[in-house]
């Protein structure tokens, strides 16, 4: 992979604290928002249906998970503790490299323990903080640790839900499926590695002369981590609805602010993801198109899910293709491999870069995640299948 290295961003820390409006994936800019809205409205026009079924196309948990996580980010970025924290950790940090390799490797551990979403909810906020103090390429730091927590999560079992399902439908033991992934884990984090080697510079961290002065808050943040613990307790049991209520009710009465400043544009986003890919899924010409397949063969499975998850994403690509390809462990890996290449890929991509308020983000995670893939998918084939 020959990635080149753009100048250095201005000493503005404009990256950091850029409103949801101000890049290509904000509200004001937001094409994919758009796009979703204009295939959602095809969708009405082609399919009509009725607004419960419309409704009930939205997976409502995943939405209640990612209100509840954005309201405790919100949290726990008003603390300003995150300044001092990432002040701390530059003033250990010897170049960009080394940070980016710290940062990956703690995304990809998260991600294998509390999910890829949540890896993300905790690191990308603190991500921008350090590249506003220290004039970090952002957009880049982030696409690294979107791959860092898709590798991660694939993993074990319970890394990410297309995982969980299949883990579940495969009969393995926790241990088992973990052994099932490692190789293909392996190759992605090897890769991860030499992709980070090829596009962090090496140069030393140099600060921000005007780095901003924030008051810190700590019983807002002690407040936000008991939340957060008690909120992914409470997901993990299948509990999110009253969770979530005991999260807004909280922030509403003591915190309000926090409730101002949510990224309802992300959560639009999601909403009109759900429909359009479910209303894709279901379409005649694809449950043709996969029958068309020879899906028994293993490399003939593994292309069509990674083919499939750039277009659908891959939980989707995973419900779809459970029953017409045999073997799980060739579907696990390819959907796992799949979360690569376009940002589609993986619903973690989304986050990720809408976390990280930079311009050029959807571009520059492009420039990184698509020859991560060209990489990937024949290694893994090679190795791995």
Same mark, same amino acid.
């Given at each position: 992979m020959t990635i080149s290295t753009p100048p250095p961003p201005s000493p503005s820390p404009a990256p950091a604290t850029a409103g949801p409006g101000d890049h290509d994936l904000g509200p004001g800019g937001n094409k994919l928002l758009w796009f979703l809205l204009f295939a959602a409205v095809v969708f009405a026009v082609l399919r009509p249906m009725s607004p419960q079924a419309w409704l009930g196309l939205i997976d409502w948990q995943t939405m209640g998970a990612l209100t509840? !996580?954005? +309201?405790?980010? /919100?949290g726990v970025e008003r603390s300003g503790v995150l300044q001092s924290a990432a002040r701390a950790l530059l003033a250990r940090t010897g170049s960009a490299r080394q940070l980016a390799l710290l940062l990956c490797a703690v995304a990809a551990g998260l991600a294998a323990l509390v999910t890829n979403d949540v890896s993300l909810f905790l690191l990308v906020p603190l991500?921008? &903080?350090?590249a506003a103090q220290a004039h970090l390429p952002l957009a880049r730091l982030v696409a690294l640790e979107a791959l860092a927590v898709n590798a991660g999560s694939s993993l074990t079992p319970i890394g990410n839900p297309q995982n969980l399902y299949l883990w579940h439908k495969s009969g393995e033991s926790f241990g088992g499926f973990i052994a099932m992934m490692a190789p293909t884990v392996g190759v992605m984090l090897l890769l991860l590695v030499a992709t980070i080697l090829i596009t962090m510079p090496r140069a030393p961290i140099k600060l921000a002369a005007d780095t901003r002065r924030t008051p810190t808050r700590p019983g807002l943040l002690a407040l936000s981590g008991a939340l957060f613990v008690g909120f992914v307790l409470a997901l &993990?049991?299948? $509990?999110?609805? @009253?969770a979530l209520a005991v999260v807004l009710a909280i922030y509403a009465l003591w915190h309000r602010p926090v409730l101002m400043k949510l990224d309802w544009a992300l959560l639009a986003t999601f909403a009109l993801m759900f429909v359009v890919?479910? /209303? !894709?899924?279901?379409? @005649? $010409?694809?449950?043709? *198109?996969?029958?068309?397949? @020879? *899906?028994?063969? @293993?490399? +003939?499975?593994?292309?069509?899910?990674?083919?499939?998850? $750039?277009?659908? =994403?891959? #939980?989707p690509a995973t419900l779809v293709l459970a029953d017409a390809v045999p073997s799980v462990a060739v579907l696990a890996i390819a959907v796992n491999v799949g979360? %690569?290449? %376009? #940002?589609?890929? =993986?619903?973690?991509n989304l986050i990720a870069l809408r976390l990280a308020r930079a311009p050029g983000a959807l571009k520059e995670f492009h420039r990184i995640s698509l020859p991560f893939l060209a990489v990937c998918a024949p290694l893994v084939a090679w190795l791995a299948l």
């Open positions: 509840g !996580l954005l +309201a405790i980010t /919100q991500t921008r &903080e350090l &993990e049991l299948h $509990q999110w609805a @009253p890919l479910h /209303q !894709l899924a279901a379409l @005649p $010409q694809v449950a043709a *198109l996969l029958r068309g397949l @020879p *899906l028994d063969q @293993p490399l +003939a499975a593994y292309v069509a899910a990674i083919g499939a998850s $750039q277009v659908i =994403s891959n #939980v979360g %690569f290449g %376009f #940002v589609a890929g =993986s619903m973690a």
